[in-house]
């Protein structure tokens, strides 16, 4: 049941919030530690600051943009989350 | 968190009420709006569409907090306003230069370690002739439970440590206005007295608003005779003769405006053209 339910709002997080919030991204969000604008990387459900190479992520809709929340992007590369956004970003 | 998690409470909604009213009283309308942490559940529960809004941003350091708001958000029935949920921190706003029109904090700030540094970013955040609204709690603020907590202490320990986070005074509030950066400056203060049955009542209240100590060097334990010792205090200094305890709020208003070249300013010294002295003479003589 829980589940369930989980899988119900993040349908809805990614979905009918995913353009508002790239409206209010444009138009108002900025990297809180460079006052850089942010880039929205679908992929990895990340808000990505190139001004200083950091990802704030995105659960369930909601951007977290608190510095200690932020990774530093050579962690993701490492990972393999977030190969293709990065290749997306340099070309 | 379940706690903080209550929902209504009266003396936040008062506060939040009063901050909300400040709005109608603006000709202006305020179409991109930030809430900044605190009371964000009041605000959008009083909200009622003052203040002309079109795009509101909650933002808070909580996620937990955010979430809850933001799951309820569909009980909220709103015409024309988009409500955004971010996760944020006021000392690093991430908020672009000149976006918004009016920022508003319900009994959040006082928290923020740095505070000019909050302010001015918020400043820097709005557009020219952007409003900055905050209530926050003043140093008045529980008066009663840190006498009776200082007089627990010296009586039990022969030394005090600090119970109760520091918090502005009023005329603090009006400095950090005006070293922040914001014209037309204005503060005012409400004190609330909240009665309650008895002392631990009071305390189980300020944990549901989430208003226990934040300093961060306190000292953790308070052993139980001294936490029974201020109860007994309490009652007796302050106790009315009903059996209920009172408990001050003071909460500090705090108004500024981001400059505009519309706003009213003094003129430069001496650039007057007609003296005091001939103004008397004039309506000195009309009015005898």
Redesign the interface.
Known sequence: MVRVSRVLLFKDGGGGGGNALLTVLSEILVCPLSKQPLRHCPDSRSLVSDAVGVSFPIVNGIPCLVPKDGKLLEDQIKLKVDDSCIAKGES | MAWLMRGKDEFVDSVAENLLDRLQDCRKTFP?ALCLGGSLEAIRRLLHGRGGME?L?MMD?S?DM??VL??TDEKFARNNL?T??????EE??????N??DLVISCLGLHWTNDLPGAMIQARLALRPDGLFLAAILGGETLKELRIACTIAQMEREGGISPRLSPLAQVRDAGNLLTRAGFSLPGVDVDEYTVKYDSALELIEHLRSMGETNALFQRSNILKKDIALATAAVYQSMFGGEDGTVPATFQVIYMTGWKEHPSQQRAKRRGSATASFGDIQKHFGRGSC
Request: no cysteine.
């Open positions: 991109t795009k941003i350091m996620f955010i979430k933001k799951d988009e955004f949920y971010v996760v944020g921190d690093f706003l991430p908020i672009k230069e976006s918004l």
